[in-house]
């Protein structure tokens, strides 16, 4: 088994965007049509989060990659939000 294609995937999700789009657009009859510039601020916003995830990454690679007293006086002062914000994304499991 190997990993599924971002390709695969863009072309699943745009077919099942285009057939939902058809079988709402049959269902309820007239849509008001959709203009350019709605999604623009969800765009911004997912373009805001790409550049944090890549910037996070590349700070905890960092920090993971680190050795010695050399490094650790270089990399201190973000020891302390990374770390916090790995905490974040670690998925949790809780049984009740």
């Known amino acids: 088994m190997s990993p599924v294609r971002r390709r695969?995937?863009?072309v699943l999700a745009l077919g099942l965007a285009l057939a939902s789009w058809l079988l709402v657009r049959s269902s309820y009859?007239?849509?008001p049509?959709?203009?350019?510039?709605?999604p623009a601020p969800l765009?911004?916003?997912a373009i805001?989060?790409?550049l944090g995830a890549r910037t996070l990454r590349a700070r905890q690679a960092a920090m993971a990659n680190r050795t010695g007293p050399r490094n650790e006086r270089r990399?201190?002062?973000e020891a302390v939000p990374v770390a916090g914000s790995r905490a974040?994304?670690?998925p949790r499991?809780?049984?009740?």
């Open 43 to 45: 765009a911004v916003l």
């Open 93 to 96: 499991v809780t049984v009740a």
């Open 88 to 90: 974040l994304v670690t």
């Open 48 to 50: 805001a989060e790409a």
């Open 75 to 77: 990399y201190r002062g």
């Open 33 to 38: 049509a959709l203009h350019w510039w709605l």
């Open 8 to 10: 695969d995937l863009v």
């Open 29 to 31: 009859g007239s849509l």
